[in-house]
């Protein structure tokens, strides 16, 4: 069973990067044919998603983040990591990571965690 965990600060300032992780158990993030992604929720919002990491290690970016948002992994801990530059207010959310099979036949999400910007 696939099990995602974020961590990271839940309180950010302004103007600082916000970096999160997910540690993934339960499978490699270097499989084929999955997707490790990160997705927010603002309050009172609907979900955004934010980008990707593939098994390769291919990134995609939502357009309207792709200059702040940066994705990567570290395969020998299993873990994907987001980082957003830059951070304003419109930035709080809840973040979540989540996989799902390529085609989306199967999909999971951890928790999430609330990152609040603020100063």
């Known amino acids: 069973q696939v099990q995602l965990q974020e961590s990271g600060p839940g309180l950010v300032k302004p103007s600082q990067t916000l970096s999160l992780t997910c540690t993934v158990s339960?499978?490699?993030?270097?499989?084929?044919?999955?997707?490790w992604s990160w997705i927010r929720q603002p309050p009172g919002k609907a979900l955004e998603f934010m980008g990707v990491i593939v098994g390769s290690g291919t990134t995609y970016y939502n357009p309207s983040l792709k200059s702040r948002t940066s994705i990567s992994r570290d395969t020998s801990k299993n873990q994907f990591t987001l980082q957003l530059t830059s951070v304003t207010p419109e930035d709080t959310a809840v973040y979540y990571c989540?996989?799902?099979?390529?085609?989306?036949?199967?999909?999971?999400w951890g928790q999430g965690t609330q990152v609040t910007v603020s100063s």
């Open positions: 989540a996989t799902n099979t390529i085609p989306t036949i199967y999909s999971t």
């Open positions: 339960g499978g490699s993030i270097t499989t084929n044919n999955y997707a």
